[in-house]
């Protein structure tokens, strides 16, 4: 792995290296909050932020520009790239905001458009964002692996929607599903799953989101915020979780905990070589298809990596700038070469 993209709300942290670390640090004063590596030419990375837009690197990472015309709110909120190929071969890139808007580009940011009929859900009446009830917004974007124009959508707080041609048509939530996702992903050797870590608990479908199962057994905190599956193994599943918001993002206030499953077996904590829940921001994760076994975390501690799969961690010593993750991690994304 040539580098790991590290999201705080005071900058975006880039590691590079094997043996010997460096960091790079940008769009700092910007609130970053959301990251994502294009599949299929990862020198082409997207950043938004909570009060400029979308920005957009085309070097891995090593410079930014402002992209988005067409995005009609200053704060981006998620974004994703679709593993479809275009003509140029880059992937769709889709960017969610607050007020709660999908936006689509097929030309690797430079023009968007407002995939307006997300809005029109029955359910859009009753989204809502607790702290803030008088808005809501789009909190993760994750477009299928698999399937190309299938993509999720999850809204803070009310829904976990669904388009299947990329944004020309929308499904609504369904009976049983999460009601507040906060990470979603699907895997490369699963076709149809779905895994949700909800404020709600844990959610897995097999079919793309028509139906839902919430297996919870050994799970005992169940506002959850991260998840990732093995590369390698999608019945091998992590998350992170706590008791609810107020243990979950603030570092005076945490405890969150890691619990891994496999296949049908009970939640188990996986917290070997990570710090002691209390104190402990709910944790963020990212995988690559080319590491099977290999997932990242990241929280108010730093930055750790597992060679099993989740069973152990092993923190690695970087050199961050201040203030570092002491603030935590806002989102997580593996940079390949």
């Not at 010997?20 to 970053?32: F, K, M, Q, S, V």
């Not at 809502?128 to 909190?139: E, K, L, N």
């Not at 939530?173 to 009601?179: D, M, N, Q």
């Not at 404020?199 to 097999?206: A, I, L």
Request: with cysteine; net charge negative; proline share 7%.
């Amino acid at each position: 792995m040539a580098g790991v993209v590290v999201v705080t709300g005071a900058a975006l942290l880039i590691a590079r290296g094997v043996s010997t670390w460096t960091i790079d640090e940008h769009l700092g004063g910007r609130l970053p909050e959301c990251v994502a590596v294009d599949p299929r030419r990862p020198t082409q990375v997207y950043c938004g932020t909570a009060r400029a837009g979308l920005f957009r690197s085309r070097d891995s990472g090593r410079n930014w520009e402002p992209v988005g015309p067409g995005i009609d709110h200053p704060m981006v909120t998620a974004v994703d790239v679709g593993h479809a190929e275009q003509a140029d071969g880059f992937g769709i890139v889709y960017a969610g905001t607050e007020p709660s808007a999908v936006f689509r580009s097929d030309t690797a940011g430079d023009s968007w458009v407002d995939l307006a009929g997300l809005r029109a859900l029955p359910s859009a009446d009753t989204w809502s964002f607790p702290p803030r009830p008088d808005t809501h917004h789009v909190r993760w974007l994750e477009a299928d692996v698999r399937v190309a124009d299938r993509v999720f959508v999850a809204i803070e707080a009310g829904a976990l929607v669904r388009t299947f041609d990329g944004g020309r048509t929308w499904r609504d939530r369904v009976r049983g599903g999460p009601y507040d996702t906060h990470t979603a992903v699907t895997h490369p050797l699963a076709p149809g799953r779905i895994y949700s870590a909800a404020g709600d608990g844990y959610f897995e479908s097999t079919d793309a989101g028509d139906s839902w199962r919430s297996p919870e057994d050994g799970l005992k905190h169940l506002y959850l915020v991260g998840v990732a599956a093995d590369p390698a193994d999608p019945d091998t599943v992590i998350v992170s979780a706590t008791d609810g918001p107020g243990s979950a993002y603030w570092p005076r206030r945490a405890e969150a905990y890691v619990y891994r499953k496999t296949g049908l077996k009970r939640w188990e904590l996986a917290m070997s070589g990570l710090a002691e829940a209390k104190g402990t921001t709910a944790g963020r994760f990212a995988t690559h298809a080319g590491e099977p076994g290999v997932i990242y975390a990241a929280n108010n501690h730093g930055l750790f990596r597992s060679d099993d799969a989740g069973r152990s961690w092993k923190a690695l010593d970087l050199p961050w700038p201040e203030p570092g993750l002491e603030d935590g991690v806002e989102a997580l994304a593996c940079l390949p070469e």
